[in-house]
């Protein structure tokens, strides 16, 4: 990081006594700020300690002599030092008479935003939440220059108190190419907000201490208008505001909304219950807990929600270490077993699992074509299959290379995301099948998303972050026993067997009627003895519309095509040759 504070032209404006106290104090680099209160010692701040300069209370004559040498304070009793990002605060007695100083050091820190510098890239809005004194208005002003510089946007910042871009007319050199329009009024930080936008034609505008309702209007407006937004607001976290009335619009705004009896029963909550009222005017929220750990959330509306509906966010906790290397970890809410309370911990980025095969190279690799020559043995399921495969050839069987099972390398069990398949069904096939294949909830710990085709189609959203997660999506055209088997089979590697599997048979006979067997039974002898070995076409016998639902799932299991025709009562299946 390379550092730049013009720090004695702060020291300049001091008394002659503590000036030269402080330009030979060993810690001199470190200086936070120099308070100056009448009638009491003058004292310096350091980062983890405070020292008086002199033992001789300060008098009036030092803080007027003082008041000479720096700009006009405005009206929020702030003044500063022309080309300098030092500011100089008030305190004032009831007459507005100023009896105390608030020497504040600016620096300028070069490389402070390496942390997030890849979320600032992405052109989504971030506000900065953190503590006075954890340096903010720092990384702001770093942010301002790498927009401006490094990828040549048009930035405008709004400095009310010129604490961003420096005191005086001309713009401090930190903030680079990027434009300030100065506030002569706190009150009027809101207009000159959207009169930015209107004139200026910015593609980011930079905003510190967003702090009214007006203000958090108006940067919806812009966040509205395409606007890149990045910010700071008042609050450690961003449970500070959800539960600030002024600010809550930040982060989307919160009504209360009333359940219907079956969803507030689905949910087991109460029947009222609060909500997100609109998307964050900030899509990303940085907490800066400390100058060198900070907590990102990715998604503000996800956090929002969770913790509107009493769960822990699983926020990235990024820190730098003295090299300038980032860490990045995901800090998640696990369950103490015996408390039952949501206790905090850290686990390695990703959450769950380490990525592995394609997620760790992040190339994809072609699905093998199996050779279609290869034998197959009715009655065998392909796990017996894949067994004498292995010990025909233990003479070059390789472990390393065996334990992945996946398409792409995936470790056993290939943890897969269903989206519009039946649960019920694929555990069905899972078990029956005994296929190693864990179902999850959780779409950052999946390896792959079975989802049915006509659902996918429909939903940006899942696509999007399968897409960002780098999960890829198989699809099955529909949400039978014979289209799951198939895309499980597709996702596991596994070739499709030309006859039928006795196993995968028993799928179709699963907790079925006696006459549901007796018509599923039919359809087999008449494939296997008719229609696959003689080619020729098959009536059956009229049954009801489930079972003949059933029949047609079990005909596709053979790749045959089958119809139904006739009129009820009498409708049945016709089976078709290949």
């Given at each position: 990081m390379t550092?730049?504070?013009?720090?004695?032209?702060?020291?300049?404006?001091?008394?002659?006594?503590?000036?030269?106290?402080?330009?030979?104090?060993?810690?001199?680099?470190?200086?936070?700020?120099?308070?100056?209160?009448?009638?009491?010692?003058?004292?310096?701040?350091?980062?983890?300690?405070?020292?008086?300069?002199?033992?001789?209370?300060?008098?009036?004559?030092?803080?007027?002599?003082?008041?000479?040498?720096?700009?006009?304070?405005?009206?929020?009793?702030?003044?500063?030092?022309?080309?300098?990002?030092?500011?100089?605060?008030?305190?004032?007695?009831?007459?507005?008479?100023?009896?105390?100083?608030?020497?504040?050091?600016?620096?300028?820190?070069?490389?402070?935003?390496?942390?997030?510098?890849?979320?600032?890239?992405?052109?989504?809005?971030i506000l900065m939440l953190g503590r006075p004194g954890v340096g903010k208005t720092t990384a702001l002003r770093e942010i301002a220059r790498v927009l401006a510089d490094d990828l040549?946007?048009?930035?405008?910042?709004?400095?009310?108190?010129?604490?961003?871009?420096?005191?005086?007319?001309?713009?401090?050199?930190?903030?680079?190419?990027?434009?300030?329009?100065?506030?002569?009024?706190?009150?009027?930080?809101?207009?000159?907000?959207?009169?930015?936008?209107?004139?200026?034609?910015?593609?980011?505008?930079?905003?510190?201490?967003?702090g009214t309702e007006l203000e958090a209007l108006a940067a919806r407006t812009i966040a509205e208008r395409g606007v890149q937004l990045v910010g700071t607001a008042h609050g450690n976290q961003i449970e500070n505001l959800i539960k600030n009335p002024t600010l809550c619009d930040l982060v989307g705004g919160i009504q209360a909304v009333t359940l219907g009896d079956d969803e507030a029963r689905r949910r087991g909550s109460q029947k009222t219950v609060l909500e997100r009222k609109a998307p964050p005017t900030f899509e990303i929220a940085v907490e800066m807990l400390e100058r060198q750990r900070w907590v990102v959330h990715e998604s503000v509306a996800d956090t929002v929600d969770h913790l509107l509906r009493g769960r822990q966010p699983s926020p990235q906790t990024r820190t730098v270490d003295e090299q300038g290397k980032v860490a990045v970890t995901r800090q998640l809410a696990v369950v103490n077993g015996r408390g039952g309370q949501l206790v905090g911990g850290e686990e390695p980025f990703p959450p769950v699992r380490q990525p592995n095969g394609w997620r760790s190279s992040g190339q994809m690799i072609a699905l093998p074509a199996f050779p279609v020559e290869r034998e197959r043995v009715t009655g065998r399921s392909e796990f017996d299959r894949l067994l004498d495969e292995s010990f025909n050839h233990s003479d070059s069987f390789d472990y390393h290379a065996s334990k992945h099972a996946g398409p792409n390398g995936e470790d056993l069990p290939l943890h897969i995301y269903p989206y519009g398949v039946s649960r019920h069904q694929l555990e069905q096939v899972i078990?029956?099948?005994?296929?190693?294949?864990?179902?999850?909830?959780?779409?950052?710990?999946?390896?792959?998303?079975?989802?049915?085709?006509?659902?996918?189609?429909?939903?940006?959203?899942?696509?999007?972050?399968?897409?960002?997660?780098?999960?890829?999506?198989?699809?099955?055209?529909?949400?039978?026993?014979?289209?799951?088997?198939?895309?499980?089979?597709?996702?596991?590697?596994?070739?499709?067997?030309?006859?039928?599997?006795?196993?995968?048979?028993?799928?179709?006979?699963?907790?079925?009627?006696?006459?549901?067997?007796?018509?599923?039974e039919e359809a087999r002898l008449a494939v296997e003895q008719i229609v696959i070995p003689k080619g020729q076409p098959v009536e059956l016998l009229p049954r009801s519309s489930q079972v003949r639902k059933m029949q047609h799932e079990l005909v596709e299991h053979y790749r045959l095509k089958s119809d139904s025709f006739g009129e009820e009562p009498n409708r049945r299946l016709r089976i078709y040759p290949a």
């Open positions: 550092i730049t504070e013009d720090l004695q032209k702060l020291l300049d404006i001091l008394p002659q006594d503590l000036r030269h106290v402080l330009e030979n104090h060993p810690k001199r680099d470190s200086l936070v700020e120099v308070v100056l209160d009448l009638g009491r010692r003058p004292e310096a701040r350091f980062p983890q300690e405070a020292e008086y300069l002199s033992e001789i209370p300060v008098t009036q004559a030092q803080i007027d002599d003082c008041i000479q040498r720096v700009g006009v304070f405005g009206g929020d009793n702030r003044a500063g030092i022309e080309q300098t990002l030092h500011r100089i605060s008030a305190i004032r007695n009831r007459t507005g008479k100023i009896i105390g100083l608030t020497c504040r050091v600016g620096r300028a820190v070069f490389g402070t935003i390496g942390m997030i510098r890849d979320l600032v890239e992405t052109g989504k809005s040549h946007k048009r930035v405008v910042i709004i400095d009310t108190s010129n604490e961003i871009a420096g005191d005086g007319d001309v713009a401090h050199p930190a903030i680079g190419r990027a434009r300030r329009m100065q506030v002569a009024h706190p009150d009027q930080q809101h207009q000159v907000m959207i009169e930015a936008v209107e004139n200026h034609m910015p593609e980011v505008i930079v905003i510190d201490e967003i078990n029956v099948l005994t296929l190693p294949v864990a179902l999850t909830k959780d779409i950052d710990s999946a390896d792959a998303i079975l989802a049915l085709r006509s659902h996918i189609k429909n939903h940006a959203k899942l696509r999007q972050m399968a897409k960002a997660r780098q999960v890829p999506i198989h699809v099955i055209k529909s949400s039978t026993i014979p289209q799951i088997t198939r895309g499980l089979r597709r996702l596991l590697n596994m070739d499709d067997p030309e006859t039928a599997d006795d196993r995968e048979l028993q799928l179709f006979l699963h907790s079925g009627s006696d006459d549901e067997m007796d018509a599923l």
